[in-house]
């Protein structure tokens, strides 16, 4: 029986492996992670699920594969229960480490979270240790409770990183997630060989054959793992640039149309505008409503309005987004200002007098037809100007029409608001009285008198 210590005799190739290992399985568990933060409900779990299971048996590869790179433990036999158990506790600590974070996203989530991950993290070191066969362990407790706390602070890291840095609530550079893997990498490393260094053994005699795996054996498993991380690498790696694409292509769109584009939450939360809506509301809200009363969640679904934005006029209208557990809407917002100021000009110039700006014979007469229809009482009262021919060939063009503004002057002082002067010829006008405000009598020596003022 021989006392043997892992302080020396290294594979440096099989070392150098295990840490590329280790760094690779915290930058897809980075990548996974920022998938679970954004995720739908409907495809979070999966998210979850794959991020735990590739950190876990990230970790879980890397620790075997520094195992085989100890030269002393090159004619070792492992328990298979134990490397079994061993990556079982390293991927669901690390999957429920995920789903305790994305499901609380507060900071007792976090330290619960993170403790659980890296505590399972340590379980399947030390697992994975016992595991050995024909020799029995001892560990300083000083080390070990290193290595614990170096799992701990680990989880919090990548927990850190993939739920609550800034870089988890925006676009990554793929050199920073980088970064932040060689960072990660170094830590589960340095977890992994500061508990060999507290480790002793002595080589005894075994008599178990069974459920045994040899080294060979357990090369080729943890090499297919391996492969497998490896290929997740490169498929996330592949994954995140189409996404990156397909959402500049959509962020350009978006960003490069005249319309001012919105999507809010069932309460009315703006989730995502463009910079043309900000161009036509410069203050900012987290709730649609408060750019305007009309922009409530309840808007029936497809309502086109038309609201005012000091001098703008916007069209607004809105669509629901349906379909993949999504629970949104999509709000359009389009400068109808010259439209509409043009098609007001042309309803204007059809239905008032070019030169008094009075109401013409078609708008009174829409407009007699509407209090008829509501059943107000009306009257009218016609002024006809005699002798208009002689007038004009008298005053010429100029004359006649200062005359006109003269008269439609006077006799619009005479009439209360209410009430209506048109122009229903070159010489004739005619006014409206509503509501019986006032009689023709009265109205008629209002009129008088204010012709007989003199200016």
Avoid at 128 to 136: E, I, P, R, V, W
């Amino acid at each position: 029986m021989s006392n043997h210590s892992m302080h020396s005799h290294t594979d440096f190739l099989l070392i150098t492996l295990s840490y590329l290992i280790a760094a690779t399985s915290a930058y897809i568990a980075i990548e996974l992670a920022r998938r679970v933060n954004r995720a739908a409900p409907r495809s979070k779990h999966l998210w979850l699920i794959a991020g735990g299971s590739v950190l876990g048996l990230g970790i879980w590869s890397m620790h075997f594969v520094a195992m085989l790179g100890h030269k002393t433990l090159n004619e070792a036999t492992y328990s298979f229960p134990l490397v079994f158990l061993s990556a079982v506790i390293a991927v669901v600590g690390c999957i429920l480490g995920f789903y305790i974070v994305s499901r609380g996203m507060s900071r007792q989530s976090f330290l619960v979270g993170g403790f659980l991950m890296g505590s399972a993290i340590a379980g399947m070191h030390y697992v994975g240790m016992y595991a050995l066969q024909g020799m029995t362990l001892q560990f300083h407790a000083g080390y070990v409770l290193t290595s614990i706390l170096i799992a701990i602070f680990a989880s919090w890291t990548a927990l850190w990183i993939g739920f609550f840095s800034s870089y988890a609530k925006q676009d990554m550079l793929v050199q920073t997630k980088v970064f932040f893997a060689f960072v990660m990498g170094v830590a589960i490393f340095g977890m992994h060989h500061v508990g060999m260094m507290g480790l002793e053994f002595q080589t005894v005699a075994s008599f178990e054959t069974n459920r045994v795996i040899e080294p060979t054996l357990l090369v080729t498993l943890v090499s297919t793992v391996t492969l497998f991380l490896f290929l997740a690498f490169f498929a996330s790696v592949l994954l995140d640039l189409q996404l990156r694409k397909r959402d500049l292509i959509q962020a350009t769109i978006l960003e490069s149309t005249e319309d001012g584009v919105v999507t809010t939450n069932r309460e009315g939360q703006l989730q995502y505008a463009n910079s043309r809506f900000h161009a036509f509301f410069p203050i900012s809200n987290t709730s649609l409503a408060a750019y305007h009363p009309n922009l409530r969640p309840d808007v029936p679904e497809h309502t086109k309005q038309i609201i005012h934005v000091e001098d703008q006029i916007l069209e607004v209208v809105n669509h629901p987004l349906q379909g993949e557990k999504l629970d949104q809407t999509l709000w359009f917002f389009r400068d109808v200002t010259d439209q509409t100021t043009s098609l007001q000009l042309i309803e204007h110039l059809a239905f008032h007098d070019r030169l008094t700006d009075l109401p013409n014979r078609d708008k009174v007469g829409l407009y007699i037809n509407e209090q008829i229809k509501r059943q107000i009482p009306i009257s009218c009262l016609y002024i006809s100007i005699d002798r208009w021919q002689f007038l004009s060939d008298m005053l010429g063009h100029a004359g006649v029409n200062h005359l006109l503004l003269q008269i439609s002057d006077r006799l619009q002082k005479t009439i209360h608001p209410q009430d209506v002067l048109a122009r229903i010829e070159s010489s004739e006008f005619l006014i409206v009285l509503s509501d019986e405000r006032s009689s023709l009598a009265t109205q008629g020596r209002k009129m008088l008198h204010g012709f007989s003022t003199t200016v």
